[in-house]
């Protein structure tokens, strides 16, 4: 049913969880489902330079600190998978880059956020479902 799975992850609680759900669904499923675990840097606008740091560097060494345990997880559980970073909105991030590759389930976790928050500044969960190919599994 499902061969490839991208997992969006930002280093919170909520995208350990859908970690989590995205190993045991692809157990169940068969070894045969490949993963994709996909840390996004948003998009920043600074008004002044930061003086001092490697703004690049640093969100570079975030995202490897964030994929690292991700990629332990996955060793460990014997399937086959790929770590990607990518710069920009997240939500478009996310929903570009499972097309790309083909997936045919996202899996990620939510932040929980209340129907105002949402409405005032939008969520990354509620642009990938409105905009992605295939199916999402939203993980609380």
């Known amino acids: 049913m499902y061969k490839h799975i991208l997992i969006p992850i930002d280093g919170s609680e909520q995208a350990g969880k859908a ?33 001092g740091m ?12 964030i994929l690292e345990p991700a990629a332990v997880k996955l060793r460990a559980a014997g399937f086959a998978f790929d ?17 790309d590759a083909d997936a045919d389930l996202i899996v990620m976790g939510t932040r929980g956020v209340g129907i105002v928050s949402e409405l005032l500044l939008g969520s990354v969960s509620h642009g990938v479902v409105q905009h992605a190919h295939c199916p999402v599994l939203l993980v609380k």
Do not use: F, M, W
């Open 19 to 51: 970690l989590e759900n995205a190993i045991g669904l692809a157990r169940a499923l068969s070894a045969d489902v490949r993963l994709t675990v996909l840390h996004v840097n948003p998009a920043l606008t600074l008004n002044e330079p930061v003086i």
């Open 54 to 65: 490697d703004l690049e560097q640093a969100l570079e060494e975030e995202g490897k600190h």
């Open 83 to 99: 770590t990607l970073t990518a710069d920009g909105d997240p939500a478009a991030v996310i929903v570009r880059t499972a097309k």
